[in-house]
């Protein structure tokens, strides 16, 4: 891939990923978080969060789509909201505040665009 002006302070993109139970950073008590991939203009992790956890009501400039693949959560979206089981799946438009209660152990699959820079793993 050519590089183009500006994506010096880009880190490398990763193309594949081998499942590994190693590299979750906790963000929150009782959330873990692990990029899996990522590309230019989008980044997919995966969320493993404990029963009763709560992410707080946040916003950000990021586009993000999510699946539930085990679990049970409530998601708040501006002023609706919904509870997911797995299989089911959400869309967060950038800049909407939106949070989540975490019902049971879960496991989601989140893709964000564009990239979080904040979500790159470090190497």
């Known amino acids: 891939m050519k590089k183009q002006k500006g994506d010096e302070s880009r880190k490398e993109l990763i193309l594949f990923y081998k499942v590994d139970e190693s590299g979750y950073k ?48 409530r998601l708040t979206i501006g002023q609706q909201t919904f509870e997911a089981d797995p299989g089911d799946s959400w869309c967060i438009p950038g800049n909407v505040g939106h949070s989540a209660e975490i019902l049971e152990k879960s496991v989601a699959i989140e893709v964000f665009s564009p990239v979080r820079e904040d979500y790159l793993p470090e190497k």
Do not use: C, D, W
């Open 26 to 73: 906790q963000v929150l008590p009782g959330i873990r978080l692990k990029t899996l991939v990522y590309g230019e203009k989008t980044l997919v992790s995966e969320f493993r969060m404990e029963a009763q956890s709560v992410l707080p009501q946040h916003a950000h400039p990021h586009e993000q789509t999510g699946y539930l693949v085990e679990g049970r959560i």
